[in-house]
């Protein structure tokens, strides 16, 4: 697939997510300054509005008046320990609202969704390091509910292959329709292990079929290692590094979840 082709991907995935934030109304986020917020419309001269200061009763918000404060707290957490590297899952249900989790280690953001679940429902699914997060939920309305919030680790995939070095390994995939495409990397990926006996420098290559835009990730003792999308000829992804003798997992999918392709996996020793 060529470079162009590859932007007009993205352009068109783009007008797609666009199309359905304009069917459902939007939103308003970062309309003002910085990451403030503003919302526009028509409004009477004269009048009130209520806001809501946390822990207490509504405050008026008078038109016209100068900007007062309201003290904004942080959403409803859980503290999730990690002891073990590994991939893991997060889903917030909430019935018939909108949950939507935000993972955080200390103040640093390290994830957010909102429908990656079900229907409405948040899931994030990410390999994480050892460490105390934050696991914050809101309504993505901001209406009040009653969200319900599980954890847990998953398994690795199964290998559906080996890579031998110098030797080049295709690895299948189902067609996936446009409407039940995997809601994440995981669920579109295909493992394969790669046993290094020698240590030393490799060069790790995945191309694909029918115009796909593979990508391709080096994992070990439930860490990513590196990760690439189009380092290599044209989309094609290549990891170029130095690797211990051992055995790692190389995992490939489509950029956009895709399937009905096939992704040749080679590594080559220099």
């Known amino acids: 697939m060529s470079d162009n082709w590859k932007k ?8 797609s997510l666009l199309a359905a934030i304009i069917a459902c109304g939007g939103s308003d986020d970062d309309d003002g300054a910085g990451d403030n917020t503003t919302a526009t419309g028509t409004a009477d001269t004269t009048g009130t509005a209520a806001a809501q200061p946390a822990g207490g009763p509504p405050a008026a918000l008078e038109l016209g008046a100068a900007p007062v404060s309201l003290n904004v707290p942080l959403p409803p957490s859980f503290n999730l320990t990690i002891a073990t590297a590994g991939e893991y899952q997060i889903d917030a249900t909430g019935a018939s609202m909108d949950p939507e989790i935000f993972l955080y280690q200390g103040d640093q953001l390290v994830e957010n969704n909102d429908d990656g679940g079900e229907r409405l429902n948040s899931q994030i699914v990410r390999f994480l390091a050892p460490g105390t997060y934050s696991v914050r939920v809101v309504e993505h309305r901001a209406r009040a509910f009653t969200a319900q919030v599980q954890a847990q680790q998953l398994q690795p995939l199964t290998p559906v292959g080996a890579v031998v070095p110098g ?3 295709q690895v299948q995939f189902p067609d996936f329709p446009i409407l039940q495409r995997p809601r994440n990397y995981r669920a579109a990926a295909r493992a394969v292990t790669f046993t290094v006996a020698a ?4 060069t790790c290559n995945a191309s694909a079929t029918n115009r796909r835009d593979p990508k391709m990730s080096i994992i070990q003792n439930g860490i990513v290692l590196e990760e690439d999308d189009d380092s290599g000829d044209g989309n094609d992804a290549q990891i170029v590094r130095q690797f211990a003798a051992g055995t790692y997992t190389i995992r490939v999918w489509d950029w956009l979840k895709r399937g009905d392709t096939t992704i040749t996996v080679t590594c080559n020793q220099g």
């Open 8 to 15: 007009t991907t993205r352009i068109l995935a783009a007008f």
């Open 167 to 169: 030797e080049p390994l």
């Open 199 to 202: 240590a030393g420098q490799y």
